[in-house]
């Protein structure tokens, strides 16, 4: 099974909102930080956001911050991104990834989902 599995994508109009689910297994989930990135046609995978191991502190790259919040549940081994206000520019594959350090590249990331596509019409 892979490490990490996504799924919540799906097709929505600008405006709206998505929440995106991020399942982990065979793994220690409660001692690696969780990013999230995006990867949109012709363009290189994007920092989206962050959260800590503890769930205590976050970070959001700047083309999203005030849209997106993530959050985690230890308990369930389980990362989420919130995505409010979407827009016609968010469409892309969102994957979920899992590092030992605290980082916004994604070579630090050991662990990664296969992607969940969210498309946002305008």
């Known amino acids: 099974q892979a490490p990490l599995v996504e799924s919540g994508g799906g097709l929505v109009q600008a405006g709206d909102s998505l929440r995106l689910s991020c399942a982990a297994s065979?793994?220690?989930?409660?001692?690696?930080?969780m990013g999230w990135f995006r990867q949109a046609p012709g363009k290189e995978r994007e920092f989206v956001g962050a959260?800590?191991?503890?769930?205590?502190?976050?970070s959001f790259a700047d083309s999203v911050k005030g849209r997106f919040t993530i959050s985690r549940d230890n308990a369930k081994n389980t990362v989420y991104l919130q995505m409010n206000s979407l827009k016609p520019e968010d469409t892309a594959v969102y994957y979920c990834a899992a590092a030992r350090q605290w980082s916004t590249n994604r070579d630090d990331y050991r662990y990664w989902g296969q992607g969940t596509q969210v498309t946002v019409s305008s």
């Open positions: 065979g793994f220690s989930f409660r001692i690696y930080h």
């Open positions: 959260i800590t191991s503890s769930g205590g502190s976050t």
